[in-house]
């Protein structure tokens, strides 16, 4: 049982325009959730993170959205650029354990 | 300088073999990570270790052993290696449990 899901394996966004980025959650006894990007034969790069206690959270182009009554995140990423293409993964942390979600594959089109 | 580096970076094994991966970190961090990744690309949690103490074990098979000899290091040993065993692994780091620093990852094969 997924307790993150990012429920679009793949999303397409043509250069200068916004990518959001989706991530639903379970669980809701968590201390904050993480924003990673990873390219191929890489690990994971932490990207940006929201607190539980916030709904909000902005860092340049990057800007994480946390609605805790419906339990869904976003990331929104504007303007987008050719090297924003990647996989983003959400993660919820709680405690000392990060859980991630499947991840969605950003195409970013020049 | 590398802040969390594995190795190696490709393992290819047979079957029932026993094998290790290494990790280091050198960011002072207190918490160190296993992950896996599976051919779905999941990131799943396999162990968490905190000042050498292990504090997450995530139904992994026993015949996965990690073993931290300092709270810079945190090794992965797995006996009798299995074709399912394939995977990336991932080694990484946290302070206070926030954005962990990763690894660039092991890609296990066994064949």
């Known amino acids: 049982d997924q307790q993150v899901k990012q429920n679009s394996p793949s999303l397409s966004v043509q250069e200068g325009r916004i990518s959001i980025l989706n991530c639903d959650y379970t669980n809701s006894m968590f201390d904050y959730f993480l924003w990673y990007k990873k390219y191929p034969a890489e690990g994971p790069t932490f990207l940006i993170s929201?607190?539980?206690?916030?709904d909000k959270n902005e860092d340049g182009r990057f800007t994480v959205f946390l609605n805790k009554s419906a339990k869904h995140l976003s990331l929104h990423i504007v303007p987008s650029q050719p090297g924003d293409s990647a996989v983003y993964f959400c993660?919820?942390?709680?405690?000392?354990?990060?859980?991630f979600g499947g991840g969605t594959r950003l195409m970013v089109k020049p | 300088d590398t802040a969390v580096s594995q190795t190696p970076k490709y393992l290819v094994t047979q079957m029932g073999n026993d094998k290790s991966i290494k990790c280091e970190q050198n960011?002072?961090?207190?918490?160190m990570y296993w992950y896996k990744q599976d051919s779905k690309k999941f990131l799943k949690i396999m162990f968490s270790y905190n000042n050498k103490e292990l504090i997450i074990n995530e139904t992994v098979p026993n015949r996965f052993s990690p073993k931290s000899p300092d709270k810079a290091h945190l090794n992965l040993h797995i006996n009798s290696l299995e074709l399912g065993d394939s995977a990336v692994y991932f080694c990484?780091?946290?302070?206070?449990?926030?954005?962990?620093?990763f690894g660039q990852g092991t890609r296990l094969t066994v064949v």
């Open positions: 929201i607190s539980s206690i916030k």
């Open positions: 990484a780091s946290s302070q206070e449990g926030r954005g962990a620093f």
């Open positions: 993660a919820n942390n709680a405690g000392n354990m990060l859980t």
């Open positions: 960011l002072g961090h207190d918490t």
